[in-house]
């Protein structure tokens, strides 16, 4: 396993997650960890992205885990719960710096976004219910604490208290 910290403190650390941890990228952006994800990539670009933005290649993938040109770290398990907890221990990321400061499709940081900006693109129910929301820029997505986020947070608070 190779890594490097002294690419990076740790709220500076910024990954790039291989093709096979979209799900584990979206978790890392649920804390405010500023993680690329890319579903079709090639490890020279991978590799290539890492070393001009500084970035620590997370993989399941052994022969790029062997590659001895960019910071990577091999995940072993397979399930997103345990990869979270091995990150979390390996680069003690119990405290995270931002959570949900950022985008988890696209990785943008959101910025807040008054309602009455939003109103017509809102469901009803969420108008009814939330006045407290977050918008990216880049995927136009808007975010409120809802039924998703909870569950999210839900599911990291429990990968926390495990870790």
Known sequence: MQHSLTLA??????????????????YLRLMGVDTLFFSHIEDDELIQIANDENRIILT????LSKRKNAPVLFLEP?????????????????????PFSRCIVCNTPLQVIEKKEIIDSLPEKVKKYFDYFEYCPTCDRIYWQGDHYRHMMEFLAQVLKES
Do not use: S, V, W
Request: net charge positive; hydrophobic share 35%; proline share 2%.
């Open 60 to 63: 399941r993938d052994r022969n």
């Open 9 to 26: 403190k740790k709220n500076t650390l910024k990954f790039i997650a291989d093709c096979h941890l979209g799900k584990l990228a979206k």
């Open 78 to 98: 397979i399930d997103t719960k345990m990869q979270l907890k091995k990150l979390i221990e390996y680069y003690n990321l119990k405290e995270h710096p931002a």
